[in-house]
Structures are given as structure tokens and as C-alpha cells.
């Protein structure tokens, strides 16, 4: 069992109330703008709990955001490429060990690099959805959900070229460093607690197509190619049942 730093004691309630309904086999990391030192009063403390199994959690916790995951499962993300576990194994802050932390950071998998291509997949079918939830006038899920597109994009470019992604408050730094500002001052509009307007994300969702469109082509094309078919197909079961 490890304490990594007296910063953590902040939260070590919140371990123990984990441990109580876990068991002490899991490992509690910090994960997020907190780990990093830059939330603000506004974020949550984002927390990744991993076991042996996936732990079940159902103490609620105001103000965190929890996600459990298996050892199996947090590997083969890593080994698969996926940012997420990269992050986590790079930047994450463990609050409480058993040991299975410690034997994940020190595999092999813990030194994959991202799959910057993953990028433009998960931020296609998060596009779409925000076209869609923009036509039907549900502008504040849109406005969310273009900023998880406008999130792929830019860790998909800065993947691209070699740049770990940070936390998302330090992300608009990041890709303005990288030589686009614009994409930088999208983001942080978006994040604002300003209400966003229809314009404006219209005209951020016709970016993002076009900066996925440059990360990968094909792969953006095959995106939407397959968005077409699943709506076709959804359309036509919809036509075919009995009225």
C-alpha cells in the first residue's frame, strides 16, 4: 500500500469510503485537471478506481467523477492505444495502492503511445451527434458535445506530432502552441459559461470536420460512411414496423 505525496490526504475520505465498499485489492489514482494542479472551483475530482475485477460503486459522491475499471480492461485500452489509460499511467496520482497500480505502471503497455488515428473515430461519432442534438435545438447538449469533438481533435493533432495531451484546462494552451489558435479559442469559448449561439457552433462543427478531414481523410470518410448506413438502417426498421 502506497501514499505518494502529502497532497493526497485531501481526499484519503473518499479513499476509505472506496476501500470500505471495494475491499482493499484496488488502486484509488487521481486522474485530471487535480492531478495536475490546475482545476478550478468548478471541476470535479476526477478519480479512476481499477481491481482485479470491475468494482461496483454506488456511494455518491458530490463533486467527483468515478470511473472503475479492471486490470484486463485498463491493459488492453492501453495496448489498444487509447489516450485515456496513456494519461493515466503518465500523469495520474495514486492516492492508494494494493500493488496492482504499481505492477501496471511498470508493464510494457505503460509506454504505448497513443493512437492519435483513434482521435478522428471517436471525434467523427461525436460530431455526428452533435449535428444531430444542434438540428433538434438542444443547444446545450450540442454545445457539450461539440467540445468532446473539439477535445478529439485537438489531442489527435497534438498526438500527431509527438505532444502528450495535457488535462482539458490546459489543452487550449497546448494546441495554441502547436499553431492552432483558432481551434484554441474555439475551445475555451465553448468551455466558458457564456451560452454559446447557434452560429457559432455551427461554424465549430464545420471546422472540426475539417481539421478530422486533415488528421485522417479515409478514416474520417469510413466514419461517415458508416454513420450513413446505421441511420438508413435505423430509418428503415422505423418505416417497417406495423403502424
Request: with cysteine.
Amino acid at each position: 500500500m502506497s501514499d505518494t505525496s502529502p497532497v493526497v490526504d485531501q481526499w484519503q475520505e473518499s479513499v476509505r469510503v472506496l476501500r470500505r465498499e471495494c475491499g482493499d485489492d484496488i488502486a484509488v489514482v487521481l486522474i485530471g485537471s487535480a492531478a495536475r494542479g490546475v482545476s478550478t472551483e468548478e471541476s470535479d475530482v476526477d478519480l479512476l478506481v481499477i481491481g482485479k475485477n470491475r468494482p461496483v460503486i454506488s456511494t455518491v459522491f458530490s463533486g467527483y467523477h468515478i470511473q472503475a475499471t479492471s486490470e484486463w480492461e485498463f491493459l488492453r485500452n492501453l495496448r489498444n492505444g487509447e489516450d485515456f489509460e496513456a494519461w493515466c499511467v503518465r500523469l495520474g496520482r495514486p492516492l492508494y495502492d494494493a500493488g496492482l497500480w504499481s505492477k501496471i505502471v511498470g508493464m510494457p503497455e505503460a509506454a504505448t503511445w497513443p493512437k492519435w488515428q483513434t482521435k478522428v473515430i471517436h471525434g467523427a461519432r461525436r460530431l455526428f451527434l452533435a449535428r444531430g442534438l444542434l438540428e433538434v435545438g438542444d443547444r446545450i447538449a450540442a454545445t457539450e458535445e461539440t467540445l468532446y469533438v473539439l477535445g478529439h481533435v485537438a489531442r489527435g493533432l497534438l498526438l500527431k506530432s509527438g505532444v502528450f495531451p495535457l488535462s482539458r484546462p490546459e489543452l487550449a494552451g497546448q494546441i495554441r502552441g502547436a499553431g492552432y489558435p483558432h481551434l484554441a479559442d474555439i475551445h475555451e469559448r465553448l468551455r466558458g459559461p457564456v451560452d454559446v449561439p447557434n452560429g457559432l457552433l455551427a461554424a465549430a462543427q464545420r471546422y472540426s470536420k475539417k481539421l478530422l478531414s486533415r488528421l485522417d481523410r479515409e478514416t474520417y470518410a469510413d466514419s461517415a460512411a458508416e454513420y450513413r448506413a446505421r441511420k438508413k438502417e435505423k430509418l428503415r426498421r422505423i418505416a417497417s414496423r406495423p403502424s
